[in-house]
């Protein structure tokens, strides 16, 4: 059985539908791309699923416990992270997480033993006397984390937590989210930087004006939004200085355009992109040996080719292709 | 990386403090677990902010400056009065802080917590609206004691200066403390009201106007008790009834607000309406049972009840206001344990019908006592005006919500706009008959004309009638009209809101 199961879920606010007929589901230990254009959604759903919002249809279990009906029985079950960090301001970072950690009912040492555990899993240690609005966005961002972490619940429902982080910080918040999940725990995340959710999560769930419209592994996805159509894309770089440069760009452009199967060419920064129309049932092989016929063409032109890859399709391709960019 | 944290670790943090003895220590520790989590962070944030020390230091500079000058006026004298006027200075410098800087910090406080979404990150620990609202209050009354630690010598200094007796001092600080805490109650409730930014800085400009108001007549109250004492007034048994009627409305409306304030706090899951419902209730009971024991105290005087009675209604009018425009149904988890007569629970429709009884039953309790008061027509006149602002808060709210909640559209239904519609109403009601009697070129309070003006029907009915042998200016036929017409209105509201709900869970 699934630690979170979500049916037929929809959110009215007067004549606007928020979310309509959204279900997925989630297994402990999972971690779940929530993907969607602004004002998908997305937030609307995550409050539902923190118990600070009630659905106006549809059902959502939590270990077996109805949020809707029983919303108290299954809050220590979740700890939610909202796109604000939601600190104090003159209230050190210990004081923070013990404050919380005595509005879940911990007591005496076993409140301590917490707060030390949380802190030195969120690398807070060396900050714990520091006031929080002392800390960077990225540690004030932990310490929020940390608070979500203190009554060790077995759902995460994190929203936009990558959200204004430079890129240490996002790594350092990609493992532990990691080694959240591998302790068992189910993380929800939403956010709009796909590249990040590629690399965390294990399945996704995309969508728009509060409907779902694709969900499933990340690399189902991919395989579903390629479509039937083959169409393989590579990028093109020149080793190519000086006043010739321009003119090498010009002939490589043209001579790909030349080629039987290239149907598009554009220019970017410092390289050039390729898209190579293949037949319906085209498999990898074929793929393959059309890039190689293209890239001789290239050779025998006597053009100074320094790189020649094909270009993995990633989430944001996956994205573009499922959404249409409409908002609700 | 682990969350979990070895037993070893947890042991050697809860070890005692080098020199406090260990069973010091758990003691403490025990105690501070029993305490409000928000009391403890309230108080470390508030002890941390420069407003706290700034304003501390100025009261202690100020009382101290105060005080000497009070010792080079009355050193050289055998005998002095000086003792109110001193401690009336120093109960301003306290009472800036306490009517002022308390309540609003209160305000600010809350509202920020809601502004910055906080709010729903301590309602997710389980901690509750009510615990969480209970918390915030009691850290500003800590304040509010610090703050007080700092004056009270100089307060019961002044009563070494003479003129001033211990128990107008006593009367004064108890007063004072019970209008500090009404007033950090109302700033709470305040910081509820508003959800959008606009609404929060117009609550806010209120709130601000409000605690300037009322702390220019708290002091003004203070400046006629320990001034006039002994001459304008004394401490005799109206004065102390008059006291305790003060306190008891200080006490019971503090408690509705606050619960008030703790429904709009708490989330549409819970029952949320139960203990304002309740409070409301139990407001008017024991007001009631308290207004009844000062009748008949006062020898069945017929002014207790005559005013009570108007008060009491209109007080009932403003509480109705926001009990019946609540939002229509209930969750699903509240309907099933929902009986026709559980008028706690939440839903419009619920609302209305225990406004409906509440007003009426208030006309008919104080009219009641009026009866049993002499029987004269002054009595039957003030019982009449009592019941008729009964039946018009009746009519006018079933008119609001028909107009609100009828369409199908639901344009106008909600709570915020079926109040606007109730004082629209109102003010139509009460403004458009004494205009139209203008262009009839009849008189503007014209009886008739007037009959359904909630605020000249109400006066017509208590008017006294010099030409008429029975001393009354409207029959109590007319009075029966009005009650018909309420009485249809508020059916047609009834259904209306049962029709509503029916609709809302049928979703």
Redesign the interface.
């Given at each position: 059985m699934s630690l979170l199961e979500v049916k037929g879920l929809r959110r009215?606010y007067?004549a606007l539908r928020a979310v309509d007929d959204v279900s997925f589901s989630l297994e402990a230990g999972g971690i779940l791309g929530f993907i969607g254009p602004n004002g998908a959604g997305k937030s609307t759903t995550l409050r539902i699923l923190?118990?600070?919002d009630?659905p106006?249809?549809g059902t959502v279990l939590l270990d077996g416990t109805s949020l809707?009906?029983?919303?108290?029985r299954a809050?220590?079950l979740?700890g939610?992270m909202?796109d604000?960090y939601?600190?104090?301001?003159?209230?050190t970072v210990r004081?923070f997480l013990d404050?919380?950690a005595?509005?879940?009912?911990l007591?005496?040492?076993?409140?301590?033993?917490?707060v030390?555990?949380?802190m030195?899993?969120t690398g807070l240690g060396p900050l714990a006397h520091k006031l929080t609005t002392e800390l960077s966005k990225g540690m004030r961002q932990r310490v929020a984390l940390g608070?979500t972490?203190l009554?060790?619940p077995r759902l995460l429902l994190l929203d936009e937590p990558a959200d204004g982080l430079d890129p240490r910080a996002r790594i350092e918040l990609r493992?532990?989210l990691r080694?959240?999940a591998d302790?068992g725990k189910a993380v929800i995340i939403s956010s709009h930087i796909l590249t990040e959710l590629a690399e965390i999560c294990d399945s996704c769930v995309i969508i728009e004006q509060g409907r779902l419209l694709a969900q499933g592994k990340v690399e189902d996805l991919l395989r579903q939004s390629a479509g039937p159509s083959r169409v393989m894309e590579l990028t093109v770089r020149l080793a190519t200085q000086g006043d010739e440069a321009e003119a090498l760009w010009s002939r490589t452009e043209r001579t790909l355009l030349e080629q039987p199967r290239v149907k598009d060419v554009a220019r970017e920064a410092s390289a050039l992109r390729v898209r190579l129309e293949l037949e319906a049932d085209a498999g990898p092989a074929q793929a393959e040996a059309a890039a190689a016929a293209l890239l001789a063409a290239l050779v025998s032109q006597g053009l100074p080719v320094c790189a020649f890859s094909p270009r993995e399709r990633n989430l944001e391709d996956a994205f573009m292709t499922v959404t249409k960019g409409r908002v609700a | 990386?682990?969350?979990?944290?070895s037993?070893a670790?947890?042991?050697a943090?809860?070890a005692p403090a080098p020199g406090v003895p260990a069973a010091v220590s758990d003691r403490w520790?025990?105690w501070g677990?029993r305490l409000n989590?928000?009391v403890?962070?309230e108080v470390?944030?508030g002890l941390?902010?420069r407003v706290f020390w700034v304003s501390f230091g100025l009261l202690l500079a100020a009382c101290l400056a105060l005080s000497l000058i009070a010792f080079a006026n009355t050193h050289d004298s055998n005998y002095t009065r000086e003792g109110r006027t001193y401690f009336f200075s120093f109960f301003v410098c306290l009472a800036l802080v306490h009517f002022g800087l308390i309540p609003f910090n209160a305000y600010r406080s809350l509202a920020r917590e809601r502004e910055?979404?906080?709010w729903?990150?301590?309602?997710?620990?389980?901690?509750g609206p009510r615990r969480i609202l209970r918390g915030k209050v009691t850290s500003f009354l800590v304040q509010a004691v610090l703050y007080a630690s700092a004056v009270g010598p100089f307060l019961l200094f002044s009563y070494f200066l003479n003129g001033i007796d211990l128990p107008t001092i006593l009367m004064v600080l108890v007063l004072g403390g019970a209008w500090m805490v009404f007033l950090t109650l109302v700033s709470v409730c305040a910081a509820t009201l508003a959800d959008s930014r606009m609404g929060r800085a117009a609550v806010r400009l209120a709130l601000v106007g409000v605690l300037v108001v009322t702390f220019f007549q708290a002091l003004t109250f203070t400046f006629v008790v320990t001034n006039e004492r002994g001459s304008g007034f004394s401490f005799d048994r109206s004065f102390f009834l008059g006291l305790g009627a003060a306190f008891w409305a200080l006490v019971s409306n503090g408690w509705l607000v606050f619960e008030t304030a703790v429904a709009r706090l708490s989330?549409?899951?819970e029952d949320y309406t139960r203990h304002p419902r309740r409070a409301l209730v139990a407001q008017v009971v024991l007001t009631f049972v308290g207004m009844t024991a000062m009748w008949w105290l006062m020898d069945r005087d017929d002014d207790i009840p005559g005013v009570m009675g108007i008060l009491g209604g209109l007080h009932l009018i403003f509480a109705t206001l926001f009990m019946a425009t609540d939002v229509d149904g209930q969750?699903?988890?509240l309907r099933a344990g929902t009986r026709a007569w559980t008028l706690f629970r939440p839903g419009a429709l619920r609302g209305f019908r225990l406004s409906v009884l509440l007003l009426v039953g208030w006309a008919v309790g104080c009219g009641g006592l009026l009866w049993l008061s002499d029987g004269s027509a002054s009595s039957l006149r003030m019982g009449m005006a009592q019941a008729a602002l009964a039946l018009y808060g009746v009519l006018y709210l079933s008119v609001a919500l028909l107009l609100g909640r009828m369409p199908r559209s639901?344009r106008f239904a909600s709570p915020v706009s079926v109040r606007l519609l109730y004082i629209l109403v109102g003010v139509l009601g009460a403004g458009v008959p004494p205009l139209l009697a203008v262009f009839l070129n009849l008189e503007g309070r014209d009886e008739l004309l007037n009959l359904l003006n909630p605020v000249l029907g109400t006066l017509n009915f208590g008017k006294f009638d010099y030409s008429d042998p029975s001393g009354l200016k409207l029959p109590p036929e007319l009075l029966l009209c009005v009650a018909l017409v309420a009485f249809l209105a508020a059916f047609a509201a009834d259904r209306v809101l049962a029709e509503r709900e029916r609709r809302a869970h049928q979703?």
């Open positions: 009215d007067g923190a118990t600070l009630v106006t249809a809707v009906d029983a919303p108290d809050r220590p979740l939610y909202p604000r939601g600190t104090y301001d003159d209230v004081e404050f919380f005595r509005a879940y009912g007591k005496g040492a076993l409140r301590k033993q917490r030390e555990s949380v030195e899993f608070r972490l009554h060790d493992e532990l080694a959240l302790q | 990386m682990s969350t979990q944290a037993p670790s947890g042991a943090e809860s520790e025990k677990d989590p928000l403890v962070k470390r944030q941390r902010t910055d979404e906080t729903s990150l301590l309602l997710l620990t389980g901690l989330l549409v899951t969750s699903r988890p639901g979703q």
